[in-house]
């Protein structure tokens, strides 16, 4: 099997504290071997074994790949006008997803791919190797049928988001709604996704409707995850928790019983600052989480209404900002964390055993991540073991 040495690695992020300092398991002057699609060695870089291939980073920082744990790229349209009201002082509501459900339900299978393909080459260009992918913008069974199944062309992290808003034709009938997605929409499209989210919110779906969708996706095959607590403190994080889902996402509004019910699960915290900047929403309070014990993931939520971003940096950069994180507990979270958030164990990590996703940066430190924001750091992709983006040489 073909092997590569990446060496002359200034800072390498392991994430395995046996393997360098502090949790990030941080190496300088560090090397790492891929044979294959797999990270088989890692250690000095003078003692670096002999490989097929040998790419010499002249100091250059050394991370896992960022795992994107949430992401909604199946959409048609634009709501560039949307976001500049609101940055004139209309706050956000959650029926603006409504502009997207009619541009999505006309748009063809190609439009929509392309569109994805667009995006999906995006966030890699910016670093993400596992990338999530929600449907919900399609409201049909037949809409959200197509919509897992092309995002099923680029990932197998595929999320059905049966109830994110009640579509227009349900109107003040959002129980007739959740009966429609559990008696078929479901049962259709479990086969071609992986996990089941909700949106429970006002605006959405309230504890009782969120938790009727979610039980029915579980008896599918599908893994929970729910979109809680993003606008108003309410019942998405304990239901959650309730259920045993793998993450709760935004989680800006959460009471301390909700913290410590958070703390005391296997649930991840999804933080999405990208949202929150461009909503003017309040920050997730991720001091208290982190403190508190709770596992913490970041996410850029790229969507065409609320977070038109696919780029993890800049969320790490508002999170260590905005947050109150440090730069070091953003990296994890960008990558340790949201593969924890998506129940992955072979990514989100540069050791031994684990997959070959890689991002060497232009800068010496990942905290260049944060300390320079907004500057594109990101040199070089390399995912299960191949380049997939290379920039120009600094």
Not at 316 to 328: G, Y
Request: aromatic share 6%; hydrophobic share 45%; charged share 20%.
């Amino acid at each position: 099997m073909p092997s590569t040495a990446l060496t002359a690695i200034g800072t390498l992020v392991t994430n395995d504290p046996a393997l360098g300092d502090g949790p990030l398991g941080l190496r300088r002057d560090a090397a790492v071997v891929f044979e294959d699609e797999t990270v088989v060695w890692v250690g000095d870089s003078a003692a670096a074994p002999a490989a097929d291939t040998g790419v010499d980073l002249g100091g250059r920082a050394v991370l896992p790949g960022f795992v994107e744990s949430h992401a909604h790229l199946v959409f048609a349209g634009d709501r560039a006008e949307e976001f500049a009201a609101r940055m004139a002082g209309r706050p956000y509501a959650a029926g603006g997803i409504r502009t997207t459900i009619a541009a999505t339900r006309a748009a063809s299978d190609d439009a929509l791919a392309a569109n994805l393909a667009r995006l999906f080459d995006e966030s890699v260009r910016a670093g993400s190797t596992t990338v999530e992918c929600k449907s919900g913008y399609g409201q049909t069974v037949a809409d959200e049928l197509r919509s897992v199944r092309i995002a099923g062309r680029f990932t197998g992290e595929v999320t059905l988001l049966a109830a994110h808003v009640p579509p227009p034709e349900y109107a003040g009938r959002a129980d007739d709604y959740v009966a429609m997605v559990i008696a078929e929409m479901i049962p259709r499209c479990a086969p071609h996704a992986r996990w089941i989210d909700v949106f429970c919110e006002q605006g959405a779906f309230d504890r009782d409707q969120a938790h009727a969708v979610l039980s029915a996706g579980i008896e599918h095959g599908l893994v929970p995850r729910v979109h809680g607590n993003q606008l108003h403190q309410g019942p998405g994080v304990r239901l959650a928790v309730e259920l045993g889902a793998a993450s709760v996402d935004h989680v800006a509004h959460v009471s301390p019983a909700d913290i410590d019910a958070l703390a005391g699960s296997d649930t991840v915290a999804t933080l999405l600052p990208g949202a929150d900047f461009c909503t003017r929403n309040s920050y997730p309070p991720a001091r208290a989480l982190i403190d508190a014990g709770v596992t913490v993931a970041l996410g850029a939520d790229c969507n065409p209404g609320t977070s038109y971003t696919t780029s993890l940096p800049f969320c790490i950069a508002l999170a260590v900002r905005e947050l109150h994180m440090t730069p070091d507990e953003a990296v994890w979270a960008a990558t340790a964390g949201g593969a924890k958030a998506l129940r992955r164990t072979d990514i989100g990590r540069l050791t031994p055993g684990a997959r070959a996703d890689a991002i060497a940066l232009g800068a010496p430190s990942h905290l260049h991540l944060a300390y320079r924001p907004g500057v594109p750091l990101i040199d070089r992709v390399w995912r299960a073991g191949a380049v997939v983006h290379a920039g120009l040489p600094r």
